[in-house]
């Protein structure tokens, strides 16, 4: 695994990871998106939502440690043993919500992600930046970006493999 990670590179990760995912998408944001795509139901919408509140989760944990606070991770009230039922609880509060207003936050979600990619300086993505586990800055945003693109993306193709056998 890569010790040293360049700006330039976390950047490549995260703008081809996400470009994946869209391209993956796209074909559906005409219908589809309220198709159950994983094993637990949630369909394309609950995903873009699910990503979204985990980018959103890293941009909050950033600006905590920027302004000399110690984030709650992974949120507050949450433990990391209890991410599961995190995860479940936005989805409930997130499935109510328009797809349209997702879609926008899911967009700009990902442009304020590579905007505090670029805010920040090499240094800072190499180094411990959550000083109580030592998580060295880019892995959190590997985990929270071009790596949860990729988990959910492979569900995404199941399930368009599963179609298309159906078909």
Request: hydrophobic fraction near 35%.
């Amino acid at each position: 695994m890569t010790e040293w990670m360049t700006k330039a590179e976390l950047a490549r990760l995260v703008e081809e990871g996400r470009q994946a995912l869209d391209t993956l998408i796209q074909p559906h944001l005409s219908g589809g998106m309220h198709e159950p795509v994983m094993a637990n139901g949630w369909t394309l919408k609950d995903i873009i939502a699910h990503i979204t509140f985990w980018e959103q989760r890293l941009l909050h944990w950033l600006l905590d440690v920027q302004q000399g606070v110690t984030p709650e991770r992974p949120a507050p009230g949450y433990t990391w043993d209890t991410m599961g039922q995190l995860n479940e609880d936005v989805h409930r509060e997130q499935r109510k919500r328009p797809l349209e207003n997702q879609l926008r936050e899911y967009r700009a979600s990902g442009h304020a992600v590579l905007s505090a990619l670029q805010s920040l300086s090499e240094e800072d993505l190499n180094r411990p930046y959550f000083e109580d586990t030592g998580v060295i800055l880019w892995r959190a945003f590997a985990a929270n970006t071009y790596e949860h693109y990729e988990e959910h993306a492979e569900h995404i193709r199941e399930w368009q493999q599963r179609a298309a056998r159906a078909d």
